[in-house]
């Protein structure tokens, strides 16, 4: 039987990072009436990553008979690419329009270069929804199918602790952009999210690699397991967060390397956010 | 009927190798609530190999390997394969990410 320790952690590292993604977006439209609008995207992105979740974790033994090796890895590497590109693109759109009022923002962005927008946060918060809320499913499943079925006390605890972390992740943060300036808000969310944006392009690149449509180049280029093994608990979220492996291939050094340097040439092009709030 | 014989047997070999295909080397692994059996797995280097994953515990698992880059959940009963390309001669190491306190277990391959 898992115990309750067990149990908080994976709830707990399960629903984090949605609710990283979620929270953040939340209070970044919420922050200024032109993002109103993408609110109701961001709600509805949310229902249908539940959805999805739960399909993809009630099939997922179904979904381990029918799709081949290397169809499972694209459908994975998609998922994780499509990610980090949504955060990506959310972050510079933020730095470029956060800052506009409704009226401002209505005049120099047409109503489809808005609605593009909002549909990118529909997408962005379905895909992290989707993502670790099936792995929640898996997990909670078979807690479910203990001695007493949905009665299990276990499954009712890890249901409730999930719940609860995720809504106070979603308060923190919320409570978080009150207590300090939007600009030191708005520049520490922003690189939470490009780190995790990082993280799901490692992620997504070494499930092509896995089944060698990239090469590695260099198998691994140096091992840092003694300073903090990405197996061990701590290590793994680091690694979950930030996209750190112990023992990187070449390719992810590169590909580490590329994208901080593109970032930084994005931001260079872009407006940065003004300080009134 | 002996030519009739040749063609017959001829035939079946051909059909076996078009066929039959690759036989892909298996090796299995079993995990109960975070603990895998064998704890130590030892493939061959330079070979590409099926590894294929059961849960035999009451709760579900899930594969996970850094190293092998590999990441699969099973619920209690369920049965999948990961398939591993060809690895340079070393460990691997691999753990339950739903019991990770449980411990690592290993793959060497020689």
């Given amino acids: ?277 | 009927m002996f030519n009739k014989l040749a063609v017959c047997g001829a035939a079946l070999l051909f059909a076996g190798a078009a066929f039959g295909g690759e036989d892909l080397l298996t090796f299995s692994l079993n995990c109960n609530n975070g603990v895998f059996a064998p704890k130590v797995l030892q493939v061959p280097a330079g070979k590409k190999f099926k590894l294929e994953i059961h849960n035999v515990g009451t709760e579900a698992i899930e594969f996970e390997s850094k190293q092998l880059r590999k990441e699969k959940a099973l619920s209690p009963g369920g049965k999948s394969f990961v398939v591993i390309y060809p690895l340079e001669p070393g460990e691997y190491k691999y753990f339950d990410d739903f019991h990770v306190s449980v411990g690592q277990g290993s793959i060497v391959a020689k």
């Fill in chain 1, 1 to 277: 039987m898992q115990n309750f320790t067990q149990i908080l952690f994976v709830m707990w590292r399960e629903t984090v990072e949605a609710m990283l993604v979620v929270g953040i977006l939340y209070a970044w439209l919420s922050h200024n009436p032109a993002g109103a609008r993408g609110l109701k995207y961001l709600w509805g992105g949310v229902l249908a990553g539940l959805a999805g979740a739960f399909l993809l974790g009630l099939g997922i033994d179904a979904m381990n008979d029918a799709l081949s090796e290397e169809e499972h890895a694209y459908f994975m590497a998609g998922m994780l690419l499509a990610a980090a590109i949504l955060i990506v693109q959310m972050v510079f759109w933020m730095r470029r329009n956060g800052q506009r009022l409704k009226r401002d923002m209505e005049q120099t962005l047409s109503v489809n270069a808005q609605t593009e927008n909002w549909w990118g946060v529909f997408s962005l918060a379905a895909i992290a929804v989707a993502r670790e809320g099936s792995e929640t499913v898996v997990f909670l499943s078979s807690l479910a199918m203990g001695s007493n079925g949905f009665a299990s006390a276990q499954f009712w605890l890890a249901l409730g602790l999930g719940a609860v972390l995720a809504g106070a992740t979603f308060a923190l943060l919320q409570l978080g952009g009150k207590l300090v300036s939007w600009r030191a808000f708005f520049r520490v969310t922003e690189v939470l999210l490009l780190l995790l944006a990082c993280s799901l392009l490692m992620s997504g690149i070494e499930k092509l690699i896995d089944v060698q449509l990239l090469p590695v180049i260099v198998a691994q280029v140096w091992d840092t397991t003694g300073l903090l093994d990405d197996g061990s608990v701590l290590g793994s979220l680091v690694s979950s967060f930030t996209g750190y492996r112990a023992r990187p291939a070449l390719l992810n050094l590169i590909v580490f390397v590329a994208y901080w340097l593109a970032i930084r040439w994005m931001m260079r092009l872009s407006r940065r956010p003004t300080a009134a709030a």
